[in-house]
């Protein structure tokens, strides 16, 4: 630094215009460069002071000059131009740009015009990218409405499902009761055995058909769950009214608590011990008994239902997949593999869940945890 403050200010402007990314240019009216900046060594491989008195013509070469020629024409007549355009440059890199011409008005006459040209290849990525991203949100959106319409579609099939098999199954099941009472009056025990089987079959069928629906209803919920305050001993009532006439017997309940009411959805749960109830009087010794256990968790803050059986217990192979979906028991009597996997299903949507407490030859026992905090749902 020196005490010429001329001199300072030369060098601090040389200084600023050769830093700055821009390109920046003096052309005259031929068309002819009076002054540029060290950006045009990175665009165009020219040093500032090769480029004096170079025509903007040679610079840009042939094609590129025909293209910004209208620009270049409308400067020299005072009109200033802002205008993009892509800049081939050394080694075949191409730079977006956006390029501003301003023309050099001394009264009315044009003496030349100034050259600003900013790269925005970045900004131009970003905007592609933008635009790729609003693309992929319209599909996404589109396909996301599409699924809509065929969730609603199925959910009507469902419902025409569950309307025209499930209430034949059920009139004809109630037809074979009244048969089967009518056929004991009279002494025919043979054939009322037939239709005991008979309803016995009936009821796995209404039984799959159950699961399979839920299985259906339980993916295509895209809400929440609403859990209010249920009556555990009319849930209780329930399941045991579900299970066949001959079976119910074999349901012991027993109460550790004193607690009448918990949060939960009664259906969700309903189907849930229904499941696991069925399971464990399928997989017992005819005529032992199926124990449901209800007590208090503190902490977790959960009602605690357990069902234990009286079974062989369950394979080791089997535990780490026994609640996916399709897993199957090597009991002849196996299902779809749908049962437990809905029992899990529920108890996630109530926030709690499903474990095996304990397995073996003395039985099986399962435990549900629902949760009571109220965050579950």
């Known amino acids: 630094m020196s005490d010429d403050f001329s001199a300072d200010a030369n060098y601090h402007m040389r200084l600023l215009v050769d830093r700055v990314p821009s390109m920046l240019a003096y052309w005259d009216r031929d068309l002819r460069c009076r002054f540029s900046n060290r950006a045009y060594e990175r665009w165009f491989g020219v040093s500032p002071d090769r480029l004096l008195g170079t025509s903007i013509r040679d610079l840009l070469g042939p094609k590129l000059f025909a293209m910004n020629e209208p620009h270049i024409q409308a400067a020299l007549a005072g009109e200033r131009q802002v205008f993009e355009r892509i800049v081939p440059g050394p080694g075949g890199v191409q730079r977006h740009s956006l390029a501003e011409y301003i023309p050099d008005l001394v ?38 409405a599409e699924l809509d319409a065929l969730l609603r579609e199925r959910t009507e099939m469902l419902d025409v499902l569950a309307h025209e098999v499930r209430q034949p199954l059920n009139n004809a099941s109630a037809a074979l009761q009244s048969a089967k009472g009518a056929l004991s009056v009279m002494g025919d025990l043979f054939v009322s055995d037939q239709l005991v089987r008979a309803q016995a079959v ?15 209803s339980l993916l295509a919920r895209p809400e929440p769950i609403q859990c209010d305050d249920t009556d555990i001993d009319t849930l209780i009532a329930v399941v045991v009214a579900d299970m066949h006439e001959a079976e119910r017997s074999r349901i012991l309940v027993q109460r550790d608590t004193t607690t009448r009411t918990a949060l939960m959805d009664m259906s969700l749960m309903r189907l849930a011990l229904r499941n696991v109830v069925s399971n464990a009087l399928k997989f017992s010794p005819p005529g032992t008994p199926v124990q449901i256990r209800i007590a208090d968790s503190d902490e977790p803050l959960a009602l605690v239902i357990d069902v234990c059986d009286s079974g062989a217990g369950i394979h080791p192979e089997q535990l780490p997949g026994l609640f996916a979906r399709g897993a199957r028991g090597r009991n002849a009597n196996a299902g779809h593999g749908l049962g437990l996997y809905i029992v899990r299903q529920v108890m996630s949507m109530h926030g709690g869940s499903v474990e095996i407490l304990s397995t073996g030859d003395a039985g099986t026992t399962l435990r549900l945890l629902v949760d009571q905090t109220g965050n579950g749902a």
């Open 107 to 144: 009264g009315d006459e044009v003496r030349g015009f100034l050259v600003q040209v900013t790269e925005v290849t970045q900004l131009k990525e970003t905007q592609a990218a933008l635009r790729r991203e609003e693309q992929l949100r319209g599909q996404v959106e589109a396909h996301a």
């Open 202 to 216: 009936l009821g796995q069928v209404l039984t799959c058909i159950d699961n399979t629906l839920a299985v259906a």
